[in-house]
């Protein structure tokens, strides 16, 4: 399932606290304490989500604020993209509720799609589109002030203005995933969620996003992340949320 990235047709703990372990499945991991002045962007409580048998999440907590960033680690299975999915609403937990800018998780709200930019699983995109089609109506849909400015900034920097008029199935896998990122920076966000975004990226381009992402945390943007690059995270996060897995 696709995560939400275009907008609607309308326009772990709080900071310096320790988040619950979910009955031992879940383990925080203190790093870099940021300041707690800013305002709470992100906060999650009580989540709980189960397949059948197994639970994944289990009164599971968390509040992000303004300046940081929270990455996810652990192996495959822990329960990292599930959370991710059901911080985007692309999956609904059994239990608890997730707020982002103090209003209940829909993906159909207007000022959530205004507020989150996610890159979650494979996007999918139009396939008639090319490459800057693609972001000029993103970057025209969220009534960016300088959409032209903006795209032209954006792909300089994801490196694809030589395939900017490219239709996205003939890009490389590499290329395709810098154009997802390039979707969640061509429009306005307090909010960044992302799945292992340095999938496909070579040592450069994993380099590029470290920047990136710093740059973002330190403008004040909220991020949330799952990763297995341990550089990126240790360059990028201001604390680290260690999941181990279903409970057993």
Known sequence: MTCPIWPARAPAATSGTTPRPARGTIE??????????????????????????????DDFSLEVRGGEAVALTGRNGSGKSTLLRCLVGADR?????????????????????????????????????????????????????EPDAMVDEVLEEVQLVPQSGQLPGTLSSGQRRRLALATAFVRPRK??????????????????LAERLKAERQQGLAIVFASHEPALVEQVATRVVRMSGPAS
């Open 191 to 208: 909010l960044l969620i992302m799945d292992e975004p340095e999938q496909r990226l070579d040592t450069e381009g994993v380099a590029w």
């Open 28 to 57: 925080p991991v203190a790093k870099r304490t940021s300041a707690t002045t800013r305002p709470t962007v992100l906060k999650v409580s009580g989540l709980r989500r189960a397949y059948g048998p197994n639970t994944i999440l």
């Open 93 to 145: 937990p059994d239990e608890g509720t997730v707020e982002v800018c103090g209003k209940p998780m829909s993906e159909a709200s207007p000022d959530i799609r205004r507020d989150m930019a996610t890159v979650i699983d494979d996007l999918d995109f139009f396939p008639d589109l090319s490459v800057v089609e693609h972001l000029d109506l993103l970057a025209r849909a969220h009534g960016h002030e």
